[in-house]
Every structure is written in C-alpha cells, then in structure tokens.
C-alpha cells in the first residue's frame, strides 16, 4: 500500500512527473541532452531570478553542500546552526577539513541579522553558510534581512541552503547577492530524490579556481567547464532531469506567484487547524516556515502510536526529529500539494486521535 506522503521530504510526486522519468533514454553527450540541459538551467535562473551560473549535481543536496565548503571555504567558515541540518553541515565542513566555528541559536530560533553582523565584524570568516528553511524544527530565517547584513562583508562567501523552500516562496538569488544557492529536488519541487542545484557567482568561481583540494566530483571548475557546453562533468541522472523540465513547465504555467500564493495559503489552514487543536507552534511565530509547520506536542499526544495508525490509513506522518522527536511533530504542506489533500490527512488524525487521548 502507497502511503500518501506529509512528511518534509520526499513528498507527493505527480503522476506527470512519474511519467515524464519515463522518456526514452538519450546519451548524456549527445545534442539531445545537450539541448534538454540547456533548457532546464535556463528556465532554473527565471525561478532562482539569476544570471549567475546554474548548475545540476547527481546527488543529494548535502553533496553540493559539501561541495560548497570544499570549493569556497578558505581560512575559516561561520556556520550558523539552528537546528539539526545546519549542524550537521558543520560537521561536514569539519571533516572536509576546514577550519570552523558554530554559531548555535536555540533549536525553534532564527538565525538572525543580529547574529550574523556580530560574527562577521569580528574578521575571522573568508565564508559563511546557514540554512534558510532549518526542516527539522520548521524555522525560515529572514533571508532579505541576512542579505543587507552581507552586502557589508563583501569578501566573505553567503552560502545558503535552499533546500525546503526554493519555489515556495520568491527568493531573488542575484538581488540577495548569494554566492551559492543550493537545494535539492525532493522537497517544495515534488521531484523524486537524486538531484541537486546549486548556483555559482563569478566571486565564487574565482574563489573556486583558486582553491587547493576542492576534489573533483564537485568542483566548481568543472561545472563551469561543462555548463559552457550544456552539460555537467560525470554522468548526470537523465530520467530527474527529465522530470525537472516538467516541472518547471508545471510551474510557469501555474504561475509563480499563484505557486507562491498557494503555499502561504496552506501554511495558514495547517497553523489554524492545529491551533484549533490545541497544539502550539514550535518556533515563534514571525518565523514559521512556508512550507512545513512544526507544532509541539501540547497535548501529549502519544506521537509514535498516532503515527502507526496514520500509516495504517495509507498516511507517512512525521512524529519530530532528533532531540525534539515526541515532543514536537512535522506536517508537510509543499511541492504540488492542495488543500483537498491536507483535508484527507485532517480527518483521519481527526477519527485517531480520541483514541489516543
């Protein structure tokens, strides 16, 4: 039995989608592929509003995460960490063997403006990396506001993890002056897991050339290289690439405020219905994430149990993650997802949950 996924990622993917990992196959060096690429990254910097370089990696995101710290981090990273991605991206970029710091907030906190100024002005970071949507604790962290900070410390690389909301909502790479944006495909795109994007600017390239033991499977040299050609350095995963360019389709032709609008509208029904509830916000609510509410258990639901019997009714739900798990849950609300779907996982949470009072 399928179970209909609301957990943060992978999410429901569109039968069109499926269909479309089914093209007939083609060489990766031929024109035909050639021809796909192109048309994929170029429809990729409309979303992103971009002119910088895009690329596509065959793997997860954290590959390219990796990938970022290996390619830009010089004689020290910040690393701002708010919960359980961000940190583990500072243990990435440790055993890469950087030298780093953790700048840590209170998982349900922001990285803020504030913090981010104070770290920067002290001169010790050639970089900087922090997670815009931290998934594990469902906190969106002001990006517009991190941004104006960075314009101030031009030499030191915006590394930004765009995993769970690229697309969601407008993020403006270029007007933000990111260096690297990254994401993955299998969260508010609604594409099976495998494929990673990530942007490059020119002060990241040059960064990039320079930089000793960058490695090569994600060297950002030989995405440039590559990408002057249409293509990317190792084989790339056709079918997800494939499926992106529906996708992206799908999206213009929703539009990308309607899909902007759409997601900001079913943030607030999940808010509410679980307010309804009884069942409080983990983050503050000026920093609630656009497209996965975390709520804390207040009612002392036993999570574990509710979420077997979810999974029994043909539903994956998510009973927290990490340190928090049991005492805060995760609904996801991202990708091609409607309301029509969230009312069908409401009632049956609505028909369990007397039975677990």
Same mark, same amino acid.
């Given at each position: ?5 609301f ?9 069109d ?12 060096r ?5 021809d796909?690429?192109g048309g994929?990254?170029s429809?990729l ?10 690329f596509?990696a ?15 981090v ?54 900087m ?6 998934t ?20 030191v ?9 690229m ?8 007007e ?6 990254i ?7 609604a ?5 990673a994007?990530f942007? !490059?600017?020119? =002060?990241? @390239?040059?960064? +990039? ?5 960058? #490695? /090569?499977?994600?060297?950002?040299? &030989? ?5 002057a ?8 995963c ?15 032709a ?12 079913l943030?607030?029904?999940?808010r509410?219905w ?29 999570l574990? !149990?509710?979420? =077997?019997? @979810?999974?029994? +009714? ?5 009973? #927290? /993650?990490?340190?928090?798990?049991? &005492?805060?849950?995760?609904i ?13 996982l ?12």
């Open positions: 039995m399928h179970k209909k996924l957990i943060p990622g992978p999410v429901e993917v569109n039968p989608i499926l269909a479309a990992m089914g093209t007939p196959m083609i060489g990766h031929m024109k035909e592929y050639a796909l690429h994929v990254t429809n910097k409309k979303l992103l509003f971009t002119a910088d370089r895009v596509l065959t793997s997860s995101a954290f590959g390219v995460m990796e990938g970022a710290v290996r390619n830009l010089g004689t020290r990273c910040a690393n701002f960490c708010n919960g359980a991605f961000s940190d583990k991206w500072h243990d990435v970029t440790k055993r890469c063997g950087k030298e780093a710091d953790a700048i840590r907030t209170e998982w349900g906190s922001p990285v803020t403006a504030e913090i981010v100024e104070k770290t920067l002005s002290t001169g010790k970071y050639d970089s990396t922090m997670i815009h949507n931290e594990s604790t469902g906190v969106m962290s002001p990006l517009s506001e991190i941004a104006e900070v960075m314009r101030r410390f031009p030499d690389m915006f590394i930004v993890d765009t995993v769970s909301s697309s969601a909502i407008k993020i403006p790479v270029d933000l002056g990111i260096d690297s944006c994401f993955g495909v299998q969260k508010a795109f594409l099976p897991p495998g494929l994007v942007t !490059a600017s020119e =002060k990241a @390239l040059k960064r +990039a050339a320079n930089m000793e033991g960058r #490695g /090569y499977y994600f060297d950002y040299a &030989e995405f440039a290289a590559n990408d050609k249409n293509n990317t350095p190792s084989t790339p056709i079918s997800l690439i494939f499926a992106l360019d529906c996708q992206l389709k799908r999206m213009f929703e539009g990308l405020e309607n899909r902007w609008s759409r997601h900001n509208d943030a607030g029904y999940v509410s679980l307010a309804d509830r009884g069942f409080k916000s983990f983050p503050a609510d000026a920093f609630r994430s656009q497209t996965l509410t975390c709520s804390c258990n207040s009612r002392g639901i036993d574990a !149990a509710l979420k =077997k019997r @979810l999974g029994e +009714a043909g539903f994956a739900f998510d009973d #927290g /993650y990490g340190k928090i798990k049991g &005492e805060t849950f995760r996801a609300h991202m990708g091609d997802m409607t309301r029509s779907d969230l009312d069908e409401f009632a049956a949470i609505t028909a369990i949950l007397p039975e677990l009072a």
